[in-house]
């Protein structure tokens, strides 16, 4: 049967299956069939996320429980769907949370709520699948609740993550209420660009609000906090609410800030001695990068931060599902001294330096190409800029490379028991790594899909700008009519 021809609304099923999931596993109390059942749940809503992704790229588009246009089931608006921008964004996002429930062992379980984890992908698509600014809006935040939730659960401190989501979403309103529903982001103005850009900067961990996400992975589960912040959902806001109709001195402090964030968070996962904290700053500075690539607004630099974008997702989810690995089998490990691992997993420590090097751009994986299409973006605009993505990437290799050392090299771990990768981790860290020297080696098709979606944010660029300068001129001559009257 050819799933590409059933009129169902995909995306929207793929929400619907997510949030049902959440609520049957809610009232089981046996762990192990929660799992299995919420796995079952998690490979569903992949496959519905894809077969969307495919229909839109096959031209089979299916019909929306939001309608669209004047036809619109909510107020005349289409309020999710699937556009050049958010196609393939939608299945990686699925696949993350499916390959991380998978490969939660059984130590992890009463950890890891795949209840909540189902309603967090049901947010988490709704964000991304949002056309609308308004309902993008009232997804970013309700997404901030449930790692509220999750940090309550655990009895952990939540006072770091309350205060800079509590700024995230009162700037987000702000800035949202210095538009006029009338015109939209039409009349976009620096008192609705200032606030906007503020709280995505916060969301996205630039310093000096970068300390909320440090604390994240120190208090919240490895695989709950993998799963906020890998998706990058800082970064499709700058895109939707931002982007196209910021003015120029608006994206030019969004890169400088997230160049001086990229290269100083590089700085400081290269000396840290607490494998969290590592990641933490890793993920920090490669978000940035991403973020001075939307700034430059070129068709080339955008091709690369997008690129790099769907490169950073999948291998820093199995870099992290890696780290989560080592973690389950022998605690929190340090960066100061010598474990020598690699004798009881060296599966882990292909998998490790594979998806950390990747993260960086080594040639032959997802990230490479990306990187260059977007250093070679900002040298065009400043050669100077092109060397500070060059420091950081070089000094973000360094720091996986220590980590490596560290970790599975030097002095051998004794153990008396096995503590080989089981099978459904080797499957998720896999499957990853396969994607990523895919999408390495051919890198064609990717690299295709994200130029068409950097032009259409070009495109929606210049519309907006010729709409401003439309208004602008029909205001001038509404004030000489004035005066002369």
Not at 20 to 36: F, K, Q, T, V, Y
């Amino acid at each position: 049967m050819n799933l590409l021809a059933l009129p169902i609304p995909w995306l929207e099923a793929a929400i619907v299956i997510a949030l049902g999931g959440g609520l049957c596993l809610s009232l089981l109390r046996d762990p192990i069939r929660a799992w299995r059942l919420g796995v079952g749940f998690m490979g569903a809503v992949f496959v519905c996320t894809l077969v969307a992704c495919l229909d839109f790229y096959y031209g089979n588009p299916t019909p929306s429980l939001t309608g669209g246009g004047e036809e619109g089931f909510f107020f005349g608006k289409k309020l999710l769907g699937i556009d050049e921008i958010n196609a393939p964004l939608l299945p990686v996002v699925a696949l993350v949370h499916f390959l991380t429930a998978l490969a939660t062992g059984r130590t992890k379980m009463r950890r890891f709520s795949l209840s909540w984890s189902l309603v967090s992908v049901a947010i988490r698509l709704a964000i991304f699948g949002s056309l609308d600014p308004t309902a993008l809006v009232a997804m970013l935040i309700v997404g901030v609740v449930p790692p509220y939730i999750e940090l309550r659960n655990r009895g952990k401190p939540t006072q770091v993550y309350v205060v800079h989501m509590a700024l995230f979403v009162g700037l987000l309103l702000l800035g949202w209420a210095f538009i006029d529903p009338a015109g939209g982001h039409q009349t976009q103005t620096a008192w609705a660009t200032v606030p906007l850009m503020a709280a995505i900067l916060i969301r996205c961990g630039t310093v000096p609000a970068h300390c909320w996400i440090t604390d994240w992975f120190e208090h919240a589960s490895f695989g709950i906090a993998l799963l906020f912040v890998t998706p990058l959902t800082g970064v499709y806001a700058a895109i939707r609410l931002v982007l196209p109709y910021a003015p120029d001195w608006a994206l030019q402090g969004i890169g400088l800030v997230s160049l001086a964030t990229a290269v100083y968070a590089a700085g400081m996962a290269l000396v840290q001695n607490e494998t969290r904290r590592f990641f933490a700053y890793l993920f920090i500075s490669h978000a940035s990068l991403v973020l001075v690539g939307l700034e430059l607004h070129s068709a080339i630099s955008l091709t690369g931060a997008l690129a790099l974008w769907i490169a950073v997702m999948l291998s820093l989810a199995g870099f992290g599902l890696t780290l989560r690995a080592l973690e389950a089998r022998f605690g929190r490990l340090s960066l100061a001294q010598f474990h020598g691992l690699y004798a009881h997993s060296p599966t882990l420590a292909v998998c490790f330096l594979m998806t950390g090097l990747a993260t960086v751009g080594f040639p032959g994986t997802l990230g490479f190409v990306a990187a260059e299409l977007l250093v070679e973006g900002a040298v065009h605009a400043s050669p100077l800029l092109g060397l500070a993505l060059v420091v950081a990437a070089a000094i973000n290799g360094i720091a996986v490379v220590r980590a490596y050392f560290f970790l599975f090299t030097g002095a051998r771990h004794v153990s008396t028991i096995s503590l080989a990768i089981g099978w459904r981790e080797r499957f998720a860290v896999l499957t990853l790594t396969a994607l990523i020297l895919g999408g390495g080696l051919f890198p064609q098709p990717g690299v295709v899909s994200r130029h068409r979606a950097a032009m259409t944010i070009v495109r929606e660029r210049e519309r907006q700008t010729e709409l401003e300068k439309v208004a602008r001129n029909n205001r001038d001559e509404t004030s000489r009519s004035g005066i002369q009257e």
